[in-house]
C-alpha cells in the first residue's frame, strides 16, 4: 500500500522538511517547508556548528515531526550534508538533531551526496546529458549522467556559506579560493559542450534574478535554460554590483542574498573553466535523488511527465477513457496529412491529449486561460520550458478559440519557433472539432473517423450519429481544414 513519504535534509544553510504524496516516478509534493538556520556560517573558520544555528535547526526538527505527525506520514527519511559532515561537534548536533526529529540521521559524504544530486536531475529530466553542479551551503558537488547513470562525483568546500566565511567576506579572496579548489577536479573535462544543471538554491535565486532581467515570460525554475555566454555576462555583473539594485531582489530572501554574490563567481569560474553549452536550473537534487533510487528499474525508466498526465486526467477529465480515443484521432489526422511527428514529439502529443478536459469546471469565458495557467506552473517534470509552452497554449486555445490571445499567451508564444507554435495552433483546432463531436465522452470518435484524402479533409458519420454534423461542427472542420491547407468534406459511412 502506498504511503507518504517525507525527506528532511538538513542542509549547511537551510534545514527543509518535504512530503510527498507516496513514493513515485513523478511524485506530487504535499508540503514543503524550511528554516533558514545557517548551520554552516561558521565551520569553516571555528571548526563547529554555531550554538544559534544549532537551537534554530533544532527547534526546526522538533515543529518537522508534529507536522509529520499532524499529516500521517507513512515514512521519513532523514539526512544530513556539509555542515554536520565537517564540524567538530557534528556528531554531538547529529545526536540532538535525531532526538528531536525522532528518526534516524543519515550524515552522507559528499561523494553521495554528488551521487544523490545527479539521480535527483536524471529524475527531473526527460534524458539528461551532461554535468550536474550542486552548489549548497557548504559545499560544491559535481557529477556527469548520461543515459540514466551517474558518473564518478567530486565535492569540494565551495558552498556560499563556506566561501563566505574562508574569504573573510572578501571576493577577491573567494575568488582565489575558488581557482584553487576547482584545478584540483577532472569533471570539469566533462563539461564541455553539454549542459550543465545547476542544483541548489542560491543558483535558483541568480535564475529568478535572471528571468526578471530580461523579461522572461515564464515564472518556473525547473528547466530554465540560458545559453553560457549570456549566463557568463549575468553573473559578472552579479559579482560586480551591489545586489539592492538588481531587479527583483526582493524575490530572494534575506538569507540569501549575502550569498549571490560567492554562488555568481563559483559559477562564472565553472563556465570559464567547463565551456558548457548551457546553463539549465533543476529544481530537483538530493531529496529526489533519494525517492528515485529507491524505485524499481522498470519505475525508474518511465516517462515522469506521462505519469503527471495521466494523473491529471483520472483527475480532471469528464470520462478519463476519452483521452485514449482522442489520441488515435489526432494521430490519425497527422500522420494522413504526411506531417512530421516530431514537431513536437509523439510523447508531447500523447500528453496534451491527456490534459485536453482539465478546465471544463471552470467558468466557460475563463476555461482557456486558468487551464494555461494551471498547465504552465504546474510541478511537470521531464519537459523543457518549450514543452511547457506548447502544451499551456494548446489548451488555451482549444477552450478560448483559435483567435483569442491575452498577454500571458502572447508571452508563452515567445517561446516557441513558428513550426511548433503552428503545430500547438493545429492541434487545438483538432480538439475543438473532436470535443464539439463527443462532449468529451468515450465512444464517439472511433465511430466517426477523420482523415485526409488527398486535397481534402474527410470526416464521415454513420447513420445513427449523422445529426452530430452540425452547422458549428462544420464551421470548425472548415478552419481545421484551413491550417492544413485543403478543402473539407462531410460524409457518410
Same mark, same amino acid.
Given at each position: 500500500?502506498?504511503?507518504?513519504?517525507?525527506?528532511?535534509?538538513?542542509?549547511?544553510?537551510?534545514?527543509?522538511?518535504?512530503?510527498?504524496?507516496?513514493?513515485?516516478?513523478?511524485?506530487?509534493?504535499?508540503?514543503?517547508?524550511?528554516?533558514?538556520?545557517?548551520?554552516?556560517?561558521?565551520?569553516?573558520?571555528?571548526?563547529?556548528?554555531?550554538?544559534?544555528?544549532?537551537?534554530?535547526?533544532?527547534?526546526?526538527?522538533?515543529?518537522?515531526?508534529?507536522?509529520?505527525?499532524?499529516?500521517?506520514?507513512?515514512?521519513?527519511?532523514?539526512?544530513?550534508?556539509?555542515?554536520?559532515?565537517?564540524?567538530?561537534?557534528?556528531?554531538?548536533?547529529?545526536?540532538?538533531?535525531?532526538?528531536?526529529?525522532?528518526?534516524?540521521?543519515?550524515?552522507?559524504?559528499?561523494?553521495?551526496?554528488?551521487?544523490?544530486?545527479?539521480?535527483?536531475?536524471?529524475?527531473?529530466?526527460?534524458?539528461?546529458?551532461?554535468?550536474?553542479?550542486?552548489?549548497?551551503?557548504?559545499?560544491?558537488?559535481?557529477?556527469?549522467?548520461?543515459?540514466?547513470?551517474?558518473?564518478?562525483?567530486?565535492?569540494?568546500?565551495?558552498?556560499?556559506?563556506?566561501?563566505?566565511?574562508?574569504?573573510?567576506?572578501?571576493?577577491?579572496?573567494?575568488?582565489?579560493?575558488?581557482?584553487?579548489?576547482?584545478?584540483?577536479?577532472?569533471?570539469?573535462?566533462?563539461?564541455?559542450?553539454?549542459?550543465?544543471?545547476?542544483?541548489?538554491?542560491?543558483?535558483?535565486?541568480?535564475?529568478?534574478?535572471?528571468?526578471?532581467?530580461?523579461?522572461?515570460?515564464?515564472?518556473?525554475?525547473?528547466?530554465?535554460?540560458?545559453?553560457?555566454?549570456?549566463?557568463?555576462?549575468?553573473?559578472?555583473?552579479?559579482?560586480?554590483?551591489?545586489?539592492?539594485?538588481?531587479?527583483?531582489?526582493?524575490?530572494?530572501?534575506?538569507?540569501?542574498?549575502?550569498?549571490?554574490?560567492?554562488?555568481?563567481?563559483?559559477?562564472?569560474?565553472?563556465?570559464?573553466?567547463?565551456?558548457?553549452?548551457?546553463?539549465?536550473?533543476?529544481?530537483?537534487?538530493?531529496?529526489?535523488?533519494?525517492?528515485?533510487?529507491?524505485?524499481?528499474?522498470?519505475?525508474?525508466?518511465?516517462?515522469?511527465?506521462?505519469?503527471?498526465?495521466?494523473?491529471?486526467? %483520472? #483527475?480532471? &477529465?469528464?470520462?478519463? /477513457?476519452? !483521452?485514449?480515443? =482522442?489520441?488515435?484521432?489526432?494521430? @490519425? $489526422? *497527422?500522420?494522413?496529412?504526411?506531417?512530421?511527428?516530431?514537431?513536437?514529439?509523439?510523447?508531447?502529443?500523447?500528453?496534451?491529449?491527456?490534459?485536453?478536459?482539465?478546465?471544463?469546471?471552470?467558468?466557460?469565458?475563463?476555461?482557456?486561460?486558468?487551464?494555461?495557467?494551471?498547465?504552465?506552473?504546474?510541478?511537470?517534470?521531464?519537459?523543457?520550458?518549450?514543452?511547457?509552452?506548447?502544451?499551456?497554449?494548446?489548451?488555451?486555445?482549444?477552450?478560448?478559440?483559435?483567435?483569442?490571445?491575452?498577454?500571458?499567451?502572447?508571452?508563452?508564444?515567445?517561446?516557441?519557433?513558428?513550426?511548433?507554435?503552428?503545430?500547438? %495552433? #493545429?492541434? &487545438?483546432?483538432?480538439? /475543438?472539432? !473532436?470535443?464539439? =463531436?463527443?462532449?468529451?465522452?468515450? @465512444? $464517439? *470518435?472511433?465511430?466517426?473517423?477523420?482523415?485526409?484524402?488527398?486535397?481534402?479533409?474527410?470526416?464521415?458519420?454513420?447513420?445513427?450519429?449523422?445529426?452530430?454534423?452540425?452547422?458549428?461542427?462544420?464551421?470548425?472542420?472548415?478552419?481545421?481544414?484551413?491550417?492544413?491547407?485543403?478543402?473539407?468534406?462531410?460524409?457518410?459511412?
Amino acid at each position: 500500500m502506498s504511503h507518504t513519504i517525507a525527506i528532511v535534509d538538513i542542509g549547511s544553510n537551510s534545514v527543509r522538511l518535504v512530503v510527498y504524496e507516496m513514493l513515485a516516478r513523478a511524485p506530487a509534493q504535499v508540503f514543503n517547508e524550511k528554516e533558514m538556520a545557517g548551520l554552516g556560517r561558521q565551520v569553516a573558520s571555528t571548526g563547529r556548528l554555531a550554538d544559534d544555528a544549532v537551537a534554530k535547526a533544532i527547534n526546526a526538527l522538533v515543529r518537522f515531526r508534529i507536522l509529520c505527525e499532524a499529516m500521517h506520514v507513512g515514512e521519513i527519511r532523514v539526512i544530513a550534508t556539509a555542515a554536520a559532515r565537517y564540524a567538530s561537534n557534528g556528531p554531538e548536533f547529529i545526536a540532538r538533531a535525531e532526538e528531536a526529529i525522532g528518526q534516524p540521521i543519515e550524515l552522507i559524504s559528499g561523494g553521495r551526496e554528488a551521487i544523490l544530486s545527479g539521480l535527483g536531475v536524471i529524475s527531473g529530466f526527460d534524458n539528461p546529458d551532461g554535468v550536474v553542479g550542486d552548489l549548497g551551503g557548504g559545499s560544491l558537488e559535481l557529477i556527469s549522467i548520461k543515459d540514466g547513470a551517474v558518473g564518478q562525483g567530486a565535492s569540494v568546500p565551495l558552498g556560499g556559506l563556506a566561501l563566505l566565511d574562508r574569504s573573510k567576506g572578501s571576493l577577491r579572496a573567494a575568488e582565489k579560493i575558488v581557482k584553487d579548489e576547482l584545478d584540483k577536479l577532472p569533471q570539469l573535462a566533462a563539461m564541455k559542450g553539454r549542459d550543465f544543471y545547476a542544483v541548489g538554491g542560491t543558483w535558483r535565486a541568480l535564475a529568478t534574478l535572471h528571468q526578471h532581467r530580461v523579461g522572461y515570460p515564464l515564472n518556473v525554475m525547473h528547466g530554465y535554460s540560458v545559453p553560457t555566454r549570456d549566463v557568463a555576462d549575468f553573473v559578472r555583473l552579479v559579482e560586480r554590483a551591489d545586489i539592492s539594485v538588481l531587479d527583483a531582489i526582493d524575490a530572494v530572501s534575506s538569507a540569501r542574498r549575502p550569498l549571490l554574490a560567492y554562488g555568481a563567481l563559483v559559477l562564472d569560474e565553472l563556465i570559464k573553466r567547463g565551456k558548457p553549452r548551457e546553463i539549465i536550473i533543476s529544481a530537483q537534487g538530493v531529496r529526489e535523488g533519494l525517492l528515485h533510487e529507491q524505485l524499481s528499474p522498470e519505475e525508474q525508466s518511465a516517462d515522469p511527465l506521462m505519469q503527471a498526465a495521466r494523473d491529471y486526467n %483520472l #483527475l480532471r &477529465a469528464r470520462d478519463p /477513457r476519452h !483521452a485514449a480515443e =482522442l489520441i488515435n484521432w489526432t494521430r @490519425g $489526422i *497527422l500522420e494522413t496529412a504526411g506531417l512530421p511527428q516530431d514537431e513536437p514529439s509523439g510523447r508531447m502529443i500523447e500528453t496534451v491529449c491527456l490534459l485536453s478536459d482539465i478546465g471544463w469546471r471552470a467558468h466557460p469565458d475563463y476555461r482557456g486561460e486558468q487551464s494555461m495557467n494551471v498547465i504552465a506552473h504546474a510541478y511537470f517534470t521531464g519537459l523543457d520550458h518549450i514543452g511547457r509552452a506548447f502544451l499551456a497554449l494548446t489548451i488555451f486555445h482549444r477552450y478560448a478559440g483559435m483567435k483569442a490571445s491575452s498577454p500571458a499567451a502572447a508571452g508563452l508564444k515567445t517561446l516557441l519557433p513558428p513550426p511548433i507554435l503552428a503545430r500547438a %495552433l #493545429l492541434i &487545438a483546432a483538432i480538439f /475543438r472539432v !473532436a470535443y464539439l =463531436l463527443s462532449a468529451g465522452m468515450a @465512444g $464517439i *470518435l472511433p465511430r466517426i473517423p477523420a482523415a485526409c484524402v488527398d486535397n481534402r479533409l474527410l470526416l464521415r458519420f454513420p447513420a445513427d450519429l449523422s445529426a452530430l454534423a452540425s452547422e458549428r461542427v462544420e464551421g470548425r472542420l472548415k478552419q481545421l481544414a484551413k491550417l492544413l491547407g485543403r478543402d473539407f468534406e462531410i460524409g457518410r459511412l
